[in-house]
């Protein structure tokens, strides 16, 4: 029915279509590379420092106070964040002289940088639907390789 090449021609593209299906899932579901901008997390994370990160826990819930989560932008959807997870749903948050309490379905993300960090201090508790993923571990530069699970 068809000639060789335009089978073969075919055949490899029916192969590069299920590898790029296979990872776009994987990075998706799974977990991906993060390339972090600002200084909201010094010293911990500093700008341009490479992350790995995972996305299980986040879909499923299992995630805990003290871990760096990546997140879409409450203020900036197409935006994403790096921030600690320092509250959970029904923890009182204090700041100052202000109380929060973080509703249910919420996160309190904030900067390890408090001085220089746009986060929950900002635009309140964090929708757990925003949650993109768990940082594991910074992969770049090779020299402060390093993990980052509490």
């Known amino acids: 029915m068809f000639s060789k090449p335009v089978y073969k021609f075919l055949s490899v593209l029916g192969v590069t279509l299920q590898y790029a299906c296979v990872t776009h899932c994987a990075f998706e579901y799974i977990g991906d590379f993060v390339v972090c901008s600002g200084p909201s997390m010094e010293p911990a994370i500093y700008s ?10 986040t879909r499923l819930g299992w995630f805990r106070k003290g871990d760096i989560i990546i997140s879409k932008c409450p203020s900036n959807p197409k935006q994403h964040i790096c921030k600690r997870l320092v509250g959970l749903p029904g923890d009182t948050i204090r700041h100052g002289f202000t109380t929060h309490t973080v509703p249910i ?22 929708p757990q639907g925003l949650l993109r993923g768990r940082a594991i571990c910074r992969v770049w530069p090779l020299s402060d390789v390093t993990l980052l699970t509490t």
């Not at 341009?48 to 826990?57: G, P, Q, R, V």
């Not at 919420?106 to 508790?125: A, F, M, Q």
């Open 48 to 57: 341009k420092d490479i992350l790995f990160t995972e996305h299980i826990s």
């Open 105 to 126: 379905g919420h996160v309190w993300l904030e900067g390890d940088n408090s001085s220089n960090s746009t986060d929950s201090r900002i635009y309140g508790p964090v």
